[in-house]
């Protein structure tokens, strides 16, 4: 795929933008470009609240939040931890009925870093079973650091990243107090979740896109390519140990780049076994307590489970990668997470001179 560059920075800064992000394009209810008209209690950021419902800290004068429903912190014991992970485009409704049980009807929040409220009503009126869905507009990596924010993540009892730009959420919110909080929301027993970019930043190691993102003809043909910008010590959920997430997965041809991913992991010693996982548009993966994930939606999930490292994984060469254990789940399909057993169809995968055989691996 040729890769088109700017004529100014500022343009070129707004492509690559444009590139990494994952869900700029949705179109569901709780769309990642998506705004409500909620009729709940949404506010922004402006002068604070004082002190929040339920003993929560004061808010930050430049926050800009959106909540619906009940601002007081519902006291209740989630039924997780869990996790959703979803591919981008349409949201899947079954993945959050899916949660409604887990959550035992407490508090939701949304993180994200452009967009509005468009989550709100959609989790809290049409999804239902919450008190409460507060979006957090965690714009800098002052915000992610507030008492606040750390707060209401570690309170709540479900917490989803919509689709954005995941270098943004990497630059922002990794080594911050909000990361913190969403561990300790995990520990807690919350579900954790998000789509498109969201769900790219959930893996133990993240395509972070700092430098806008590859396409697999580029990640095969030198897999220390410039735009191979990975990253890890972000989050760490055990179901996903040694685990890179990608999303708009076939849509978007990204099997070449998913099994490049996992052979820099082996390569550079960051996870052995190392295993990719690609979710399609409109699809998600929901993994339970007991680490058993289930496919919801209209698409796949696809698994690349690497046995041994590649035999060529070096700067300026092409990919030497044969023999690459790969797995095709459709709904209703399981895996134990983190490299357990699959109900999945197996896919024989190699890479070669810079070209992914199959050539059509969906």
Partial sequence: MLRHYGISIVGAVTLMAL??????????????????????????????????GGGSPSKPADLVSYLTGDDADKDVAPQGPGLILMGGGVDVDDAFVWWKPLLAGGDVVVLRASGSDGYNDYLYAQIGGVDSVETLMVTSKALAESDYVAWRVSHAEGVFIAGGDQAVYVEMWKGTALASALQAAWARGAVIGGTSAGCAVLGEVVFAATNGTVYSDEALADPYNVFMALDRDFLAFPPLQGTVMDTHFAERDRMGRLVAFVARMEKDGWASPAQGIGVNEETALVVGPDGQGTVLGNGAVYLVRPTAPPVTCEA???????????????EGDTVTLPFGPTTGAALALSASMGVLAPPNPY
């Fill in 19 to 52: 590139a990494a992000c994952s869900g700029g394009g949705q179109t569901g209810a709780g769309g990642a470009s998506g705004t409500s008209s909620s009729a709940g209690t949404g506010a922004q950021g402006g002068g604070g609240q004082g002190a929040g």
């Fill in 316 to 330: 300026a060469k092409p990919l030497e990668y044969p023999a690459v254990p790969s797995f095709k789940l459709v």
